[in-house]
């Protein structure tokens, strides 16, 4: 049983994105020579699946990995909670479970991240993978943390999660996205929530905290998606759509099926957790 822990000078919810970072992964912990796709902000989800390699790639330098892909990593759960890997190899005598959980440690203004790491049958080999791996994700951090902030909305309402239509640009139309903008110099994130709502869906509503973990967004952007849960305030108008093409809240049943842009979808097992608390029903997934 391997355990162990180390401390970032970063919020949580940044770690948590950097910890489930696919290409950082897929290439160290599997060292195959298969890269992930090149996409920044490209981040894990529950369910994902990629190839473990043993061989002359133990070195976990994903660019000399010259092994044969032999075994899957399976992704448990990739959240704001951490990241949680099953590791399957005729390497491994059965399965292998390797944990990062992310704890925020906050003194006056500074926010710091306790990363708690824990493995189950983990093999030599591997434990120099996940090595590198950490010094990987420190370097993430170290790059996302600064980042401008974009401010997602999760508006939820007796279980029902408010989803808006893109009009525009044409790639985008069609698409659906949470509401949301860019948080304008001097203002905090809840008021930028607050702001935004009021300019995208001429409503009024309460900010309630932070849901999953940052998303790094498209190449060339430089910037970050930070999702709150919000309620409607009280005796605010019903939402309409101001600047998209339609609104339509969502049941929990109806959340994977929507055709979401990609940012919003790595949030989608977050915005799966609020609903199925808001409603008190049992999640089908």
Same mark, same amino acid.
């Given at each position: 049983m391997l355990e162990s822990a180390f401390a970032v000078d970063a919020p949580v919810h940044v770690v948590a994105a950097a910890l489930r970072h696919t290409r950082t992964v897929t290439g160290f912990l599997g060292a195959t020579a298969e890269r992930a796709p090149e996409a920044v902000g490209e981040l894990l989800l529950a369910g994902d699946r990629f190839p473990v390699a043993v061989g002359a790639g133990d070195a976990a330098d994903p660019d000399d990995a010259g092994g044969e892909s032999v075994g899957v990593g399976t992704v448990l759960r990739a959240d704001e909670t951490g990241l949680r =890997? *099953?590791?399957?190899?005729?390497? /491994?005598?059965? $399965? &292998? =479970? =390797? +944990?990062?959980?992310?704890? +925020?440690? @906050? @003194? %006056?203004?500074?926010?710091?991240?306790?990363v708690h790491l824990a493995g189950d049958g983990l093999p030599e080999w591997l434990c120099g993978r996940v090595s590198a791996c950490l010094a990987a994700v420190r370097e993430l951090v170290s790059e996302w943390a600064p980042r401008p902030v974009v401010v997602g909305t999760a508006l939820v309402?007796? %279980? !029902? #999660?408010?989803a808006q239509q893109r009009r525009y640009p044409a790639h985008h139309a069609g698409s659906w996205e949470l509401p949301g903008g860019r948080v304008e110099p001097g203002e905090g994130e809840?008021? &930028?929530?607050v702001r935004e709502c009021r300019e995208e869906l001429a409503t009024e509503v309460v900010p309630l905290? *932070?849901? %999953? @973990?940052?998303?790094? #967004? $498209?190449?060339? $952007?430089? !910037? $970050? =998606?930070? /999702?709150?849960? &919000? *309620?409607l305030a009280a005796g605010a108008r019903p939402p309409v759509p101001v600047e998209h093409r339609a609104l339509r809240w969502i049941e929990l049943s109806q959340l994977v099926g929507l055709e979401w842009l990609e940012a919003d979808r790595l949030l989608l097992d977050s915005l799966r957790r609020i609903m199925v608390a808001?409603? %008190?029903?049992?999640?089908?997934k």
């Open positions: =890997l *099953r590791l399957d190899s005729p390497a /491994v005598d059965g $399965s &292998a =479970l =390797l +944990e990062f959980r992310p704890e +925020e440690r @906050t @003194t %006056g203004n500074r926010s710091r991240c306790e309402e007796d %279980g !029902m #999660l408010l809840p008021e &930028a929530v905290g *932070r849901v %999953g @973990t940052d998303i790094p #967004l $498209s190449a060339g $952007s430089g !910037m $970050s =998606l930070r /999702v709150w849960r &919000a *309620r808001e409603s %008190g029903k049992h999640d089908p």
